[in-house]
């Protein structure tokens, strides 16, 4: 008995959800740095707080709370950097107020294929909690993965 290969199936024809269409082409994830979904806690050497990966986008949201009863305490945040703060175009600095509970320090800013690090000017005084809403690629021909190019052209 020979057979043709031009007679099998398009797809194969086993359950499963591995040959399902997936409904949603995006996921919420918590932040890489934070392997127990516990807050981060910041310190004046540095922590990574995210990985954003390449083959996808990464909207990353952060809050921020300052647990110190008796000073303002300035957090900086490097994005796209190796997380030793050298380039200050890759940093954003801000003050936590004392006793204050969570702060959106970050509104859900795209990124792919960057590394986000957070240092404060005290340790043990600034947490930081947050997600990420990864966006996959409907299409592998589609690079900006939904997102403009800013050039006009889509």
């Keep these: 008995m020979t057979s043709n290969i031009?007679?099998?199936?398009?797809?194969?024809?086993?359950?499963?959800?591995?040959?399902?269409?997936?409904?949603?082409?995006?996921?919420?994830?918590?932040?890489?740095?934070?392997?127990?979904?516990?807050?981060?806690?910041?310190?004046?050497?540095?922590?990574?707080?995210?990985?954003?990966?390449?083959?996808?986008?990464?909207?990353?949201f952060l809050w921020a709370s300052n647990h110190d009863v008796s000073s303002n305490v300035l957090l900086t945040l490097e994005i796209g950097g190796d997380g030793t703060f050298s380039d200050p175009n890759k940093t954003i600095a801000l003050e936590i107020d004392k006793q204050s509970g969570l702060t959106q320090i970050y509104p859900?800013?795209?990124?792919?294929?960057?590394?986000?690090?957070?240092?404060?000017?005290?340790?043990?005084?600034?947490?930081?909690?947050g997600y990420v809403d990864r966006h996959y690629r409907v299409s592998l021909s589609d690079e900006s993965l939904g997102y403009s190019t800013g050039d006009g052209s889509d």
């Design 108 to 129: 859900g800013i795209p990124h792919n294929s960057v590394s986000i690090y957070a240092k404060a000017a005290s340790n043990n005084k600034i947490n930081i909690f």
């Design 6 to 60: 031009s007679n099998a199936p398009v797809r194969p024809s086993i359950s499963g959800v591995a040959y399902k269409n997936k409904s949603s082409s995006a996921a919420r994830l918590g932040l890489s740095g934070d392997s127990d979904t516990s807050p981060l806690n910041i310190t004046t050497t540095g922590v990574l707080v995210h990985t954003a990966v390449d083959y996808a986008y990464d909207e990353v």
